[in-house]
């Protein structure tokens, strides 16, 4: 159980094309959804938090503008990179808050296989 | 606010040694702690997770960690290294309360020699 998916897994695009990544959750329901960058050798950094039916929330310094997400469904998120430049290209995963079931325990999050984008 | 630190960026053992990957934390509400290891361009596996039950906590693959609170440490430890044990570990610090975010450490990277 509690398994996230990400597609596309790889993706190469041109400067200046957007690309939408979606990250699913296969058998949960997700009222929230992260959405964290990796540069090489590096940690995540949290990019957004994306609650279903309401507008994400960005970490300082993260353009709203140039990363478009949309929680349309209680399982489903996406990612659009807008415009796209080759400094955007980088590993992009999602991770799903999973509702504890117990009351005081902890809300996971459980994360999904990650997206390379490479814009050339 | 929440933070964790992970000493020692690369980490080299020598297939069946002893495996410590460190990580301090810091918090100021009941942290909840993770370890994730990740392979090349793959996403996250959750090693284990300490929920403020047993202290000594035991993970898959053979890793264990140990949250000292005297310390603010959850260090990782496998008793011996497997060559598939190379790979980037990350730790990991979260909450009950609040946005549920989750704050990571700069990761280690395990190298095992044969």
């Known amino acids: 159980g509690a398994v996230v998916s990400q597609h596309p897994s790889r993706v190469i695009c041109k400067s200046g094309t957007s690309v939408k990544i979606e990250c699913r959750s296969l058998d949960f329901q997700a009222t929230t959804m992260f959405w964290y960058r990796q540069f090489p050798k590096q940690s995540l950094m949290l990019m957004a938090t994306?609650?279903?039916?309401?507008?994400?929330?960005?970490e300082q310094g993260v353009e709203k503008d140039k990363f478009l997400i949309n929680h349309a469904s209680l399982t489903l998120s996406t990612l659009t990179v807008t415009s796209a430049h080759p400094e955007d290209s980088s590993f992009y995963i999602c991770?799903?808050?999973?509702?504890?079931?117990?009351?005081?325990?902890?809300?996971?999050?459980?994360f999904g296989p990650g997206t390379r984008l490479t814009v050339l | 606010a929440q933070s964790v630190t992970q000493l020692g960026s690369h980490v080299s053992v020598s297939e069946g040694a002893l495996v410590l990957l460190r990580c301090n934390y810091s918090s100021s509400v009941p942290p909840y702690l993770f370890w994730y290891v990740q392979y090349p361009n793959q996403g996250l596996q959750l090693l284990l997770k300490y929920t403020s039950a047993a202290t000594l906590v035991k993970g898959i693959n053979g890793f264990e960690a140990e949250f000292k609170k005297s310390e603010t440490s959850f260090h990782l430890t496998k008793p011996s290294a497997h060559m598939s044990d190379a790979a980037e570990y990350f730790c990991?610090?979260?909450?009950?309360?609040?946005?549920?975010?989750?704050?990571f450490g700069t990761g280690t990277r395990l190298k095992v020699l044969a």
């Open positions: 990991a610090v979260t909450n009950t309360s609040g946005t549920y975010k989750y704050i």
């Open positions: 991770s799903a808050r999973v509702r504890r079931t117990v009351a005081g325990g902890l809300d996971e999050q459980f």
């Open positions: 994306s609650n279903e039916g309401s507008k994400a929330t960005y």
